[in-house]
């Protein structure tokens, strides 16, 4: 279709994209290029668009303030093994629902989609109260657990689900002609079929637990272990009052690999969130 627009119809198009792409990134160049000025000049009007004399100043007092490096490291961690767990969950249960028939198979699908219509503030006593009795309080095993075992699992299940269903049972029957029982099949067939609904599932599961900032201020409570989102709140000055310059800093270094994760992959994502919804 673009083939047949004319050079000007094109330079139209993709001047009005790029109209429409400002109030997106806006926000985050300001961050960044905020991060660079001095607080005087961060609200300074008319707007400053560029910094006039950049300093990394803030940057330094980030890791001086708190102990960033180490919350940046649990944050990264947490969010790795939450997509490695979520994805191993979500392919297993989802393969299940699609392709294995058992008694009350629906009615399970329908109850185990039910936690997507429970808000998490719903569940975070609870789940505090048996954390609490386990003894996890303060440490990383329920920012862990909850998301896996969570509803952002449930989300992940229906998008494996709904992709497996669009599988042609072809091949089921082949690799059962050439001696595959059903794990094999799932492992060796439909799960290296999956990687676009695996990668759309990997991107929603680590931006998930990236930005998770409820269950982190409700479980820890040492700098030490905080993760990022938590941890931005604590660049405040004696009285209280936002550090601008610092906080700013500290943000565009928590959004750096979220950009990265979601440049790099967005094809995957896109296709994967495609394919969801094939076949019901």
């Not at 707007?47 to 940057?59: F, H, I, K, M, S």
């Not at 790795?80 to 392709?99: D, E, H, I, K, P």
């Not at 820890?220 to 660049?235: D, G, N, R, V, Y």
């Amino acid at each position: 279709m673009s083939r047949d627009l004319s050079p000007r119809t094109k330079l139209v198009l993709y001047g009005v994209l790029l109209v429409l792409a400002i109030p997106f990134v806006f926000p985050t160049w300001w961050m960044v290029t905020s991060s660079l000025k001095p607080v005087s000049d961060i609200f300074a009007f008319p707007p400053q668009l560029l910094p006039v004399n950049p300093r990394l100043d803030a940057y330094q007092r980030v890791f001086e303030l708190q102990p960033f490096g180490q919350q940046y490291l649990n944050s990264l961690y947490i969010a790795l093994v939450v997509t490695v767990g979520t994805l191993a969950v979500s392919a297993l249960a989802g393969y299940a629902f699609a392709r294995i028939r058992f008694r009350g198979q629906n009615v399970l699908f329908l109850v185990v989609l039910a936690g997507l219509l429970i808000p998490s503030e719903v569940t975070i006593v609870p789940l505090f109260q048996m954390f609490f009795k386990l003894g996890l309080v303060n440490t990383h095993w329920p920012l862990i657990l909850v998301p896996i075992l969570g509803a952002p699992s449930v989300l992940a299940t229906f998008i494996m689900r709904q992709f497996f269903i669009s599988l042609p049972g072809e091949l089921e029957e082949a690799a059962r002609v050439d001696g595959l029982g059903r794990f094999a099949t799932f492992w060796k067939i439909a799960l290296p079929l999956s990687r676009p609904a695996l990668g759309a599932v990997a991107i929603f599961t680590f931006l998930h637990s990236w930005n998770l900032y409820l269950e982190p201020i409700v479980f820890l409570s040492s700098p030490e272990k905080f993760t990022l989102p938590q941890a931005l709140t604590q660049f405040v000055d004696a009285y209280g009052g936002p550090m601008w310059d610092v906080q700013l800093a500290a943000a565009s270094m928590t959004a750096l690999p979220v950009l990265v994760v979601f440049v790099i992959a967005q094809k995957q994502f896109v296709e994967g969130l495609a394919h969801t919804g094939l076949k019901g």
